[in-house]
């Protein structure tokens, strides 16, 4: 490959992860075209972009990005896939939902590590750490819950109180006739 063609190359990498807060590497090499094919749709369907990326590439990508991703290079080694989301547990959810039909613990795709929220996973041990990461989404909603929870308990109060008071009034003042 000529160096014209692989400096447009890492500069389409660095883009790819430029548009999306988060990335997995995953090992993929050992599924046959119809997982493969199963991985690809599921990936479509979760807005999750998958792409194989040669590992001298990626790092060269990496490093032109100018964050700190030394960690992820000793990751680098064999085929290497890339999946790319916005939202920061998809792709874990995803991996841990095709590996749980497999009964084998080698299962494909295996997690090498991830990027996620600035933070660095390194290891397919890290994989039930990244289902459990709540994306942004959820966190917005847990947060307008909390603040809906104590305007809920004063307007259900106020309710049921105001039902108390009338039927005290209407009581006295059937007494007093």
Do not use: W
């Not at 046959?32 to 094919?37: E, L, M, P, R």
């Not at 979760?46 to 194989?52: A, M, P, Q, R, S």
């Not at 819950?145 to 259900?156: C, H, T």
């Amino acid at each position: 490959m000529k160096k014209e063609d692989k400096a447009i190359i890492i500069e389409k990498i660095a883009e790819t992860l430029k548009e999306y807060s988060c990335f997995y590497l995953t090992e993929t090499t050992g599924l046959d075209a119809a997982k493969t094919s199963e991985l690809r749709k599921a990936c479509f369907k979760n807005d999750i972009k998958l792409v194989v990326v040669k590992n001298k590439l990626l790092k060269k990508a990496l490093e032109s990005l100018g964050g700190d991703y030394t960690e992820l290079f000793d990751t680098l080694h064999g085929s290497t896939s890339l999946m790319c989301s916005n939202t920061g547990n998809a792709p874990a959810k995803l991996i841990k939902e095709f590996t749980k039909k497999d009964k084998n613990p080698d299962a494909l795709p295996r997690l090498k590590a991830a990027y996620v929220e600035e933070t660095i996973y390194v290891g397919a041990d890290q994989l039930d750490a990244l289902t459990a990461i709540k994306s942004k989404n959820e966190l917005i909603a847990d947060v307008i819950a909390l603040l809906q929870s104590p305007a809920k308990n004063v307007v259900s109060a106020l309710q049921s109180g105001g039902n108390k008071l009338h039927g005290i009034l209407e009581t006295l003042s059937k007494k007093e006739d």
